[in-house]
């Protein structure tokens, strides 16, 4: 079955680190989006990426980065330099840069700090 | 650029109707709806793209105000099932930046 697969479902952080969440989708997808999620707060766009070897910044790039070297693969790295990294994360893709298109979303890691 | 949604939230008794309202102050060019349940992916429940297009799903329907930069959610005759928190995503032109508005939790009791 087609769809996309977030790794891990939680994810715990020690302070100073850096961690990456991963995000791999078999539809065939061009564009690819990481969202957090925060209680209380809708969807907040980190990044996004309409094509390999190419991304944008959302609203919220500050202490993330990504890659987009495979079509298939778009992982999320949050870096020491996120102070407040604990939220529901959500990785989606849709088939082309055209607003018409539906997302397709992951089922999410949570990522809490210890 | 994040649409504001109302009301925050809304209690149902099965079998009631609910209206969930998404404005936006840019001019928009298409408008998504999607449904969440507790520590789930969102669920696509349809994209309007043409202002004053409406579209139905079920009991479940939507209405696009083009000049009003605003979209409606309908829901009647409310199930269990629809218990969850529902999100409009907009885009303001034909590029894929969705911007998502802050959600409205929407509980159906016996």
């Known amino acids: 079955d087609g769809g996309i697969t977030q790794s891990p479902k939680y994810l715990f952080r020690k302070e100073g680190q850096n961690v990456t969440l991963s995000c791999e989708q078999n539809?065939?997808?061009?564009?690819m989006y990481w969202y957090r999620q925060d209680p209380g707060q809708g969807l907040r766009l980190i990044y996004y990426?309409?094509?390999?070897?190419?991304?944008q910044k959302g609203d919220i790039a500050e202490g993330y980065s990504v890659s987009r070297e495979k079509k298939e693969s778009f992982p999320l790295t949050v870096t020491s330099a996120q102070k407040n990294p604990t939220a529901f994360y959500l990785c989606?893709?849709?088939?082309?840069?055209?607003?018409?298109?539906?997302?397709?979303f992951g089922s999410g890691t949570q990522l809490s700090v210890l | 650029q994040q649409p504001v949604q109302s009301p925050q939230a809304v209690i149902l008794r099965e079998g009631e109707d609910a209206v969930i309202n998404c404005s936006s102050s840019?001019?928009?060019?298409?408008v998504h709806w999607y449904r969440q349940k507790h520590g789930e992916a969102p669920v696509f429940l349809m994209i309007?793209?043409?202002?004053?297009e409406q579209k139905g799903h079920d009991k479940i329907s939507a209405s696009f105000n083009e000049k009003k930069q605003q979209s409606s959610l309908y829901l009647t005759a409310s199930q269990l099932s629809y218990s969850g928190t529902y999100f409009c995503?907009?885009?303001?032109?034909?590029?894929?930046?969705?911007?998502f508005g802050t959600g409205t939790s929407l509980t159906v009791i016996p």
């Open positions: 990426s309409q094509i390999v070897n190419d991304f």
């Open positions: 840019k001019a928009l060019y298409s």
């Open positions: 989606a893709s849709s088939n082309s840069d055209s607003g018409g298109e539906k997302l397709f």
């Open positions: 539809l065939n997808h061009d564009a």
């Open positions: 309007l793209l043409k202002g004053g």
């Open positions: 995503g907009t885009s303001p032109n034909t590029g894929n930046q969705f911007y």
